[in-house]
């Protein structure tokens, strides 16, 4: 995807912008952290604000909260107000913040975040992240102190799809 990236012509700025995304990922799972960190603190800092450059601080907080901290990664993620446009990544920012602040030791504000990301996707269009959404607002239950929401989780669990790109 890297290479893929550098032989796109210039002419196709779309194209290589994705091409880049998808080479931050691939080092991402592959376990270069570092390498994932650099692709995309690179593209942060040339990109206009809107939903191409907040997946991308999206991504960089990922990278970042198993590099460095959940408090750097919410960081990122709380100023990340350009993904208005785009429901589906407001979905993936907010969930994204219910496990960050959760790591963090705020269960309230983890709770929060993740009804917020349940509000703005649905269970009935299929989305495959609306599982682990489930299960991090049962998850934020339970250490609230609300005792373990069984209900919620089995159904989490009966939802989940063996394809889904689960980060935890």
Same mark, same amino acid.
């Given at each position: 995807?890297e290479?893929?990236?550098?032989?796109t012509p210039?002419?196709?700025?779309?194209?290589?912008?994705r091409?880049?995304?998808?080479? =931050?990922?691939?080092?991402?799972?592959?376990?270069n952290?570092?390498?994932?960190r650099?692709i995309?603190?690179?593209?942060?800092a040339?990109?206009d604000a =809107?939903?191409?450059?907040?997946?991308v601080?999206?991504r960089?907080?990922?990278?970042?909260?198993?590099?460095d901290s959940?408090?750097?990664?919410?960081?990122?993620?709380t100023g990340?107000?350009?993904?208005?446009q785009?429901?589906?990544?407001?979905a993936q920012?907010?969930?994204d913040?219910?496990?960050?602040?959760?790591?963090?030791?705020?269960?309230?504000a983890?709770?929060?975040?993740?009804r917020?990301?349940?509000?703005?996707?649905?269970?009935?269009?299929?989305?495959?992240?609306?599982?682990?959404?489930?299960a991090?607002n049962?998850m934020?239950?339970?250490l609230?102190?609300? =005792?373990?929401?069984?209900?919620?989780?089995r159904?989490a669990?009966?939802?989940?799809s063996?394809?889904?790109?689960?980060?935890?």
């Amino acid at each position: 995807a890297e290479r893929a990236h550098e032989l796109t012509p210039a002419g196709d700025p779309h194209e290589r912008e994705r091409r880049w995304i998808q080479a =931050g990922e691939y080092y991402f799972v592959a376990g270069n952290l570092d390498r994932a960190r650099q692709i995309f603190e690179e593209m942060a800092a040339v990109l206009d604000a =809107g939903p191409v450059r907040a997946s991308v601080l999206r991504r960089l907080a990922k990278v970042r909260y198993r590099n460095d901290s959940c408090s750097v990664a919410a960081q990122l993620l709380t100023g990340l107000a350009e993904a208005d446009q785009n429901v589906r990544l407001r979905a993936q920012v907010e969930r994204d913040l219910a496990w960050a602040v959760m790591l963090c030791g705020d269960m309230g504000a983890a709770a929060v975040h993740a009804r917020s990301a349940l509000e703005l996707i649905s269970e009935g269009q299929g989305d495959p992240m609306y599982a682990e959404v489930l299960a991090a607002n049962a998850m934020a239950e339970f250490l609230q102190g609300h =005792g373990l929401p069984a209900d919620t989780m089995r159904r989490a669990i009966d939802l989940e799809s063996a394809d889904a790109d689960t980060p935890i």
